[in-house]
């Protein structure tokens, strides 16, 4: 009796132990060191939030360990894995999710955590395919659809290491303006009481919550603000994303170069998140960073002008201390070759977690051929770093000689100039590298032009292309008007169209594209274009568009005016209702920054091109799926988390102690 009872007292002391561990090991947890060791991520995009088959559905090929391995060893320290479920779970009321397609999942979080790095998941393209309306529509069946995603996901992950922390939704928004917050509010909570009751580590584990649509606008700001402050909870980080200044980050209406407007943008979107966050000690994560003129693809966006938004957005964010997500889709990081399309990019966003960059007013020096050479400057904002050296093609040039440094420029001299060009030949010359004390070294690139030639062309709405000579130049935006002087195309408030979703430069095949959307909008009428190109110079051309037929006249070039940008001032910012639609989902672009969320809807569109995805070489995806999953299910489950050893560990330390004193006890008794 007197052993049973000793046993009994036994367990009751270890339970006691392992709970009084427990709770210590909750107070430990900072929220806000935990989000800065997050810094920086990055997002495994267009793979598990795909929506079709599988995970190859975008273009992708399947996510593989190299690729996180990859991910680590480039120096990022969190991933966000999108996930939609709509396609892959079983209708209510259960709503069950496939085990293969979790299995898969659960992969990729173990691959993550074996290589140090912190984990985000969360409910992401299932915010506009089935929740936007439906919260209006079906809202008893969305909010059980929903609340039954988290509960089998709390309940998967409940012992996974903290370092996997849950999102609730991507960028969500809904159809009725007046009732978003309302229910943004409800599927939170749901989310949050699912979580924080599902046992395990879930008491604790950092969640994740956005603003609507992810958006910084200050009744968003204020909602989200308000709905952490109620939970009263020290665990929670808010999350939204930025793709920057929206006529710059789609090249419309004139804004060509990242200006002060568009550095602007980044000041006072950022200032309001960190005003609303940072006195509560809320951390804060832009879950996505880029442009969305990527969603077409890269080079929309001119290297230079791309180059330095990237660089002033991470020193603004991590001046302001928020973690920073790059938004990658396939297009950054190849999926099968493991390196990165612009290495010039990547350089320049992982110099930017460290230091700032000297920035320059631009990356080029254009010389027209048959012109006389002379001296030309690049200024620079030098952000407290010095030259060292400079270089052309490798080899070291002589400073005074050469070229000369004042407070704010460099002045490269006629004689270099001179000396690099082929009289006889366009394009690129040389490059300048700018080598500096710290931070980015910029590339100069030397190049002979001409004025690029037009030709006449015929063609249909569907398909209408003009020869174009670029003779070296580069185009930089396109303006369209009717004879009478009004806007011609989509995008009927600014004359300056969107560059690629109606006009795309072709260099290889020599042409300029004129694209069906600009068509689609354009009446039968005569319209006037001018081509602007980044050497300064402007090319008029005339079509005339008559039912689906288009006839194309050249017209008069405009010499390059001397120290002047390419584009015109600034149109004012558009109109919602006026401005184009390009993505699946047919709504209104929203007014100026609003837009940084279309880039979801055109990821499908981008990767049914395959235009940056890399292909996958698997015969048999089903297969290969399940054999992977397979081989990981017995091999590589997740070890019990740091909280649990420590448990184990002192409730053996617990009962040794209780051993040792049964024994002395027993030995005075026997005595």
């Known amino acids: 009796m007197k052993a049973s009872l000793l046993k009994v007292l036994l367990l009751v002391l270890f339970l006691l132990s392992t709970t009084s561990i427990m709770t210590f090991a909750e107070e430990e947890i900072d929220i806000e060191d935990y989000a800065q060791n997050m810094q920086p991520g990055w997002n495994l995009g267009n793979s598990y939030d795909a929506v079709g088959e599988d995970e190859t559905a975008w273009g992708n090929p399947f996510v593989t360990k190299a690729l996180i391995q990859k991910v680590a060893a480039e120096g990022f320290r969190s991933i966000r894995i999108p996930i939609t479920f709509d396609q892959r779970m079983a209708a209510g009321p259960d709503y069950t999710i496939e085990q293969d397609f979790l299995n898969r999942i659960d992969q990729t979080i173990n691959w993550a955590l074996e290589e140090g790095l912190y984990v985000m998941i969360n409910v992401h393209h299932d915010s506009w395919i089935w929740m936007e309306n439906g919260m209006e529509t079906d809202h008893d069946n969305t909010v059980k659809r929903y609340r039954a995603i988290w509960t ?36 939170n909570e749901a989310f949050y009481q699912i979580v924080r009751n599902s046992g395990g580590s879930n008491d604790i584990r950092p969640l994740v919550l956005p603003t609507l649509d992810t958006g910084q606008e200050p009744e968003k700001l204020d909602g989200l603000s308000q709905f ?46 960190y005003n609303t966050f940072a006195p509560h000690n809320i951390p804060v994560v832009i879950g996505e960073y880029g442009l969305l003129g990527f969603d077409r693809h890269t080079g929309v966006i001119q290297q230079g002008e791309k180059l330095k938004f990237f660089e002033y957005m991470l020193h603004y964010a991590q001046e302001k201390g928020f973690v920073h997500m790059l938004w990658d889709n396939g297009q950054h990081l190849g999926r099968t070759s493991l390196e990165w399309a612009d290495p010039e990019l990547i350089d320049m966003i992982q110099t930017s977690w460290e230091t700032r960059s000297a920035l320059p007013n631009e990356n080029f020096i254009y010389l027209k051929k048959g012109e006389k050479i002379t001296d030309k400057t690049i ?73 690029p030639l037009l030709e006449d062309a015929v063609g249909t709405t569907e398909s209408f292309q003009i020869p174009t000579a670029f003779d070296g130049d580069q185009l930089a935006t396109m303006e369209a008007y009717y004879p009478d002087g009004s806007i011609a195309g989509p995008q009927n408030w600014t004359g300056f169209k969107e560059f690629d979703y109606t006009f795309s430069p072709n260099y290889e095949n020599r042409t300029i ?83 940084e969320d279309k880039h979801l809807e055109r990821n499908n569109e981008e990767n049914e091109k395959n235009e940056k995805t890399e292909d996958s070489e698997a ?11 397979t081989d990981f299910i017995e091999e590589q489950r997740l070890p019990d988390t740091a909280t649990q050893q420590y448990n184990f560990l002192f409730g053996g330390i617990i009962l040794l102690v209780l051993g040792i004193g049964l024994f002395i006890w027993r030995r005075k008794k026997i005595i």
């Not at 089998?152 to 978003?180: G, H």
């Not at 006629?414 to 009289?423: G, R, T, W, Y």
């Open 152 to 187: 089998q996901l709390a309940d998967r992950y409940k012992n996974y290491s903290t370092k996997v922390m849950f999102e609730s939704i991507n960028e969500p928004r809904f159809a009725v303006e007046e009732n978003e917050q309302q229910h943004l509010d409800e599927l």
């Open 228 to 273: 952490i402050s109620e939970l009263n909870d020290p665990n929670i980080i808010a999350t939204v994303h930025y793709y920057g200044f929206w006529p710059f980050s789609v090249n419309i209406a004139g804004y060509t170069r990242f200006n002060e407007e568009v550095k602007q943008d980044i000041i006072d979107n950022f200032d309001r998140v």
């Open 379 to 451: 200024s620079f904002e030098f952000n407290s770093h010095t030259i060292n050296q400079i270089l052309l093609d490798g080899e070291l040039l002589r400073a005074a000689e050469d070229y000369t440094v004042s407070s704010d420029a460099v002045t490269f001299h006629q004689e270099l100039l001179a000396s690099v060009v082929d009289p006889n030949q366009t394009g690129n010359q040389a490059t300048l590298t700018v080598d500096f004390s710290g931070g980015f070294d910029w590339d100069i690139d030397i190049i002979n032009y001409q004025t």
């Open 513 to 595: 594209e004129l694209k069906q959307n600009f068509f689609q909008e354009v009446n039968d009428s005569e319209v006037q274009l001018t081509f602007h190109f980044w050497s300064g110079e402007k090319v008029d051309y005339t079509i005339v568009k008559n039912g689906t037929s288009i006839e194309g006249t050249s017209g008069q070039s405009t010499p390059a005016p001397p120290e002047k940008d390419t584009e015109k001032e600034p149109e004012p910012k558009p109109d919602p209702e006026d401005s184009n639609d390009e993505t699946e989902k047919e709504e209104d672009v929203p007014e100026g920054i609003d837009d």
């Open 619 to 629: 015969p048999n995806k089903e297969t290969q799926t399940k054999e992977q999953t």
